[in-house]
């Protein structure tokens, strides 16, 4: 029988000073599939509930392909490839790559560009936290076990500098639109000592941050376009910042190895299939 689930929540609790939000996602006996997990201002966290999750080719092709029951993963600024045989589930948490110092005590530059087991990152409680989510009865059940144990476990004196989680805060405000010299000015620092820091905390260098928040903005806004049948990649470009098109599409071709319209005829088909959502993006 074919199951296809795909739920999202927003955290709760002192998660949420640092989550988004939670996608749970649940397919059976579906045709296998390959989807790319793009580059995205939020670190990826995925624990699965029951076959675990298969990377073909990770973000840093110098990593070799693997399988995890849970991960953690950097920011990054190439395309992963995640593959499964018809079968996948789990939740994903977009998480601030902030968050990497309260939970872990490291500054998210650690994991730029790599995904590695979450126990790394967490310790005993990710398989504390696996081991709830598999015998929790539903969604909403799952994501209470996330707000209570990661909550728990964040630590809120290990924190970046204030200037590297205010220029986060105006990169994101902005779309990714804000200069990155405007940046350092209100932040107080050079450009250079910005860039630098920026990217030991973060795991990317600002202009890089700044153009994977503005696309990861596109890319939902495309997205939604597509679905209701109206992929205008220009009308896109224009409300993302781009300076036009051509613009967006060569950060496109960069971020997914794909043109827009070559990305929508892959992915479409994924729409139309209830709205199932890229397990790693």
Do not use: C
Not at 6 to 34: F, I, K
Not at 40 to 47: A, G, N, Q, R
Not at 92 to 114: D, H, K, M
Not at 178 to 200: D, I, K, N, Y
């Amino acid at each position: 029988m074919e199951v296809n689930e795909a739920v999202t929540a927003s955290p709760h609790g002192a998660l949420r000073r640092y989550a988004s939000r939670y996608h749970g996602y649940r397919q059976r006996d579906m045709q296998p599939a390959e989807h790319l997990g793009l580059p995205s201002p939020y670190l990826t966290v995925i624990f699965t509930l029951d076959e675990p999750l298969t990377i073909a080719r990770h973000a840093d092709p110098r990593q070799r392909p693997g399988t995890y029951s849970s991960m953690v993963g950097g920011l990054h600024s190439s395309p992963a490839v995640v593959v499964h045989q018809g079968a996948q589930s789990g939740i994903q948490v977009e998480l601030s790559p902030l968050a990497a110092r309260a939970l872990a005590g490291l500054p998210a530059g650690e994991l730029a560009a790599l995904d590695v087991p979450a126990q790394d990152i967490l310790g005993t409680r990710a398989s504390q936290i696996s081991d709830q989510l598999r015998g929790a009865v539903d969604w909403p059940a799952r994501f209470a076990v996330l707000d209570r144990l990661l909550g728990e476990a964040l630590d809120a004196d290990r924190v970046a500098p204030n200037e590297v989680v205010r220029a986060w805060e105006l990169m994101l405000r902005s779309g990714g639109r804000m200069p990155v010299r405007e940046v350092a000015r209100q932040v107080g620092w050079s450009e250079r000592h910005l860039g630098t820091r920026f990217g030991q905390e973060i795991g990317l260098r600002p202009k890089t941050a700044a153009r994977v928040v503005r696309f990861h903005r596109a890319r939902r806004v495309l997205e939604g376009n597509a679905r209701a049948g109206l992929p205008d990649i220009g009308g896109v470009a224009a409300e993302g910042g781009y300076y036009d098109q051509a613009h967006l599409i060569r950060d496109w071709q960069q971020f997914t190895g794909l043109a827009p319209s070559d990305w929508i005829a892959r992915e479409f088909r994924n729409f139309q299939d209830g709205g199932a959502r890229d397990s790693t993006s």
